[in-house]
């Protein structure tokens, strides 16, 4: 798993690359601490499970109620069907693309 972060547009950019489990989740968990607009670009992402899901649902969670938001980067592909069988793809600021995010503020 590699995490890269830089400032993109005002928000901290999040994009790991790899698989986000029970082995790699605390590492992308502590990316995600931070108290400011984020988003997290899940395009590298090629497997994610529940441990995962709990990382992403808690960041929005921490975010939210920080007056921060979470915008999640998700493509079609492994992670999109995941979030999507789960119902999470309402709960969640979603969008398909990196230029998506940026350009809705």
């Known amino acids: 798993m590699d995490i890269s972060t830089r400032e993109e547009g005002g928000w901290l950019l999040v994009q790991p690359a790899g698989e986000i489990d029970i082995a790699t989740a605390d590492a992308v968990e502590s990316h995600l601490a931070a108290d400011r607009d984020t988003i997290l670009d899940l395009t590298d992402v090629t497997f994610m499970d529940s441990t995962g899901l709990r990382t992403v649902v808690g960041a929005h969670n921490r975010l939210k109620e920080a007056n921060h938001r979470l915008r999640i980067v998700i ?31």
């Open 75 to 105: 493509p079609d592909g492994p992670v999109e069907r995941i979030i999507s069988i789960t119902g999470l793809t309402g709960a969640l600021d979603t969008v398909g693309t990196l230029e998506d995010a940026l350009a809705s503020g």
